[in-house]
Nanobody, 126 residues
Framework: VQLQASGGGLVEAGGSLRLSCAASGLTFSNYAMSWFRRAPGKDREFVAAITWSGGRTFYRDHVKGRFTISRDNAKDTVYLQMDSLKPEDTAEYHC????????????????????WGRGTQVTVSS
């Protein structure tokens, strides 16, 4: 199984980026997907999650209204649209997956996630 994140970069505060995470080696539509991030010197934190169907999403409070998670099961890809970026959004962003076919709920604890991708760096300048 591979989860390959891309789309990070350097952007000014108030700008936008769109992250992508392409999955391979698993039946993508059976997995809930999430984005986590880790800033230098800080613990990893949950950012956003989406159910296997894309029918339900969940966000941490600090990104609500600014970030949007979505998925395309035909392309085995999950996205994170990030708007109105702030310097405190600077971090390495990772996508992650856990098996949950048909489930309507979402779990955010990192220990639940079976697969993790390598990160993509997002840097927001002030």
């Amino acid at each position: 199984v591979q989860l390959q994140a891309s789309g990070g970069g350097l952007v000014e505060a108030g700008g936008s980026l769109r992250l992508s995470c392409a999955a391979s080696g698993l039946t993508f539509s059976n997995y809930a997907m999430s984005w986590f991030r880790r800033a230098p010197g800080k613990d990893r934190e949950f950012v956003a999650a989406i159910t296997w169907s894309g029918g339900r999403t969940f966000y941490r409070d600090h990104v609500k209204g600014r970030f949007t998670i979505s998925r395309d099961n035909a392309k085995d890809t999950v996205y994170l649209q990030m708007d109105s970026l702030k310097p405190e959004d600077t971090a390495e962003y990772h996508c992650a997956a856990y098996y949950s076919p048909g489930a309507q709920g979402l779990m955010v604890a990192p220990g639940v996630y079976e697969y993790w991708g390598r990160g993509t760096q997002v840097t927001v300048s002030s």
